[in-house]
């Protein structure tokens, strides 16, 4: 069965400082892994996701993660970020070559920016 | 244009009730789904239909029964409800028809459900 781990619920960090988030999973099988942020009263929005390729994966806010087999994690980070970015960041993987969309969620990590 | 909606957004009952929550997504995806988020966000899957067929049936209580009238619509019914049913529900859409595990899923603005 697969799982996934974010160890940090909530991670406080100032604005324009770096930040990591960190998720490991557990798969007996290889996964495609996503990472999803949540706003305050909306839904989860994609953030940037590994299917192959190159093992670093940008999104377009400035957020970026790598996929690390050996470790089996898919760190978040952003060199500098802004009070816009609090929310909730979950990590998620599904299956390589299952038959569905299934995703396995985190636990989510609540990244609180302060000015 | 709202991509995926939930109705209601705030949904109030009493144990023992029976409700029920729509989502439409006008996206034109293939797959829909139905999420729980508990009171400490942990979100997990609770039903997947693709095209009208069901293909996910997480171990859900029999009260919950999903209804998928065209592939544009996926409703959550539940009956009796129960104190710990109270959550908050998401619906999402996919395409549902590149490689399986890839799809990047669409969330809706989701439904508090407070059961007194």
């Known amino acids: 069965a697969q799982s996934v781990t974010q160890l940090d619920s909530q991670v406080p960090v100032f604005e324009e400082a770096p930040v990591e988030l960190r998720c490991n999973y557990s798969?007996?099988?290889?996964?495609?892994l996503f990472w999803y942020v949540q706003y305050p009263n909306q839904g989860l929005q994609l953030l940037l996701k590994?299917?192959?390729?190159?093992?670093l994966v940008e999104s377009i806010n400035g957020f970026e993660a790598e996929f690390n087999k050996s470790q089996t994690s898919f760190h978040l980070r952003k060199p500098s970020v802004h009070i816009s970015d609090t929310a909730e960041y979950f990590c998620?993987?599904?299956?390589?070559?299952?038959?569905?969309?299934?995703?396995?969620f985190g636990t989510g990590t609540l990244l609180a920016v302060q000015p | 244009d709202t991509a995926v909606s939930q109705t209601p957004k705030y949904l109030v009952t009493q144990m023992g009730n029976d409700k029920s929550i729509k989502c439409e997504q006008n996206?034109?995806?293939?797959?829909m789904y139905w999420y729980k988020q508990d009171s400490k966000k942990f979100l997990k899957i609770m039903f997947s239909?693709?095209?009208?067929?069901?293909?996910i049936n997480e171990t859900v209580p029999n009260r919950f029964s999903p209804k998928s009238p065209d592939k544009a619509h996926l409703n959550l019914h539940i009956n009796s409800l129960e104190l710990g049913d109270s959550a908050v529900y998401f619906c999402?859409?996919?395409?549902?028809?590149?490689?399986?595990?890839?799809?990047?899923?669409?969330f809706g603005p989701g439904t508090r459900l407070t059961v007194l």
């Open positions: 999402a859409s996919s395409q549902g028809f590149g490689r399986a595990g890839t799809d990047t899923q669409y």
């Open positions: 798969s007996s099988v290889s996964v495609y």
């Open positions: 590994y299917l192959s390729g190159s093992t």
């Open positions: 998620a993987v599904s299956d390589y070559g299952g038959a569905t969309n299934k995703l396995i």
């Open positions: 996206l034109g995806h293939d797959t």
């Open positions: 239909y693709n095209n009208k067929e069901l293909i």
